[in-house]
């Protein structure tokens, strides 16, 4: 599904990522590290949002050559989403789902199902930080991807939240939609069929171990 060849990612001279080769296939992959790992860093990299050196394609697509195809195939919900304050949900949802051709009722569902009606029309600048994460997690579920990253996607969100979005992973996996995930919080393995578990350190990126799912 995506092949890294070759990836280098730095900061201003400091590596932060380097991958010299590595397949991630279809299904739930799980992202450890600690803080400042890189884990960030290399799924932002992965959303194409960050230049890199080396060579990164998704189901064929080359992430500089068809760089519309693949952003239009590969969702990014950022760990501490931060818009500008003047934003409502209902314009960032709406700017998102026109910019990923998603249909208005996967809008509704996504809306309904996250609880963002009470703050739809309020400005983005007076949510707590839970509201926000809501309205991250929307836009990352907008469209048709084939892959969704979602980088703690379980922070600041309430219980009832938690069970949705598991909810909301394990449909869109059933309908074949991949999933990259980072989480500090070690309950995923009973709510998801996670297939790898990838360490995320001294600069590299190894699988771990392959859990069990229990559902
Ligand atoms: N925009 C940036 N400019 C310079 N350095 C950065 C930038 N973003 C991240 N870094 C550095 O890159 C390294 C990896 O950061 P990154 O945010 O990718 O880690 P992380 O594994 O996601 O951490 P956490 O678990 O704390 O979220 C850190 O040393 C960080 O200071």
Known sequence: ????????????????????????????HWFKGANGSGKTTFFRT??????????????????????????L???????EPDYPEFLTANDLIQFVATAKQAKAEQVDQLIDTL?????????????????LKKTSLALAFLGNPKVIILDEPLI?????????VYEL????HAQGVSFLLSSHQDFMFEKLPIQTVFRVKNQS????????YRP
Request: aromatic residues 8%; glycine residues 12%.
């Open 1 to 28: 599904m995506i092949v890294i060849k070759n990836l280098k990612k730095s900061y201003g001279g400091h590596l932060v990522i380097q991958v010299p080769d590595l397949v991630l296939t279809e299904g739930i």
């Open 46 to 71: 992965l959303a194409g949002m960050l230049p890199f050196e080396g060579e990164i394609t998704l189901g064929g697509m080359d992430i500089r050559r068809a760089h519309t195809a693949y952003r």
């Open 73 to 79: 195939s590969i969702n990014y919900g950022e760990a």
């Open 115 to 131: 609880g963002i009606e009470p703050f739809l029309y309020q400005p983005s600048g007076t949510y707590s930080s839970g509201m």
């Open 156 to 164: 600041t969100i309430d219980d009832s939240t938690v069970l949705k």
């Open 169 to 172: 992973v394990r449909d869109y």
């Open 205 to 212: 990126i190894h699988a771990e171990s392959i859990p069990t």
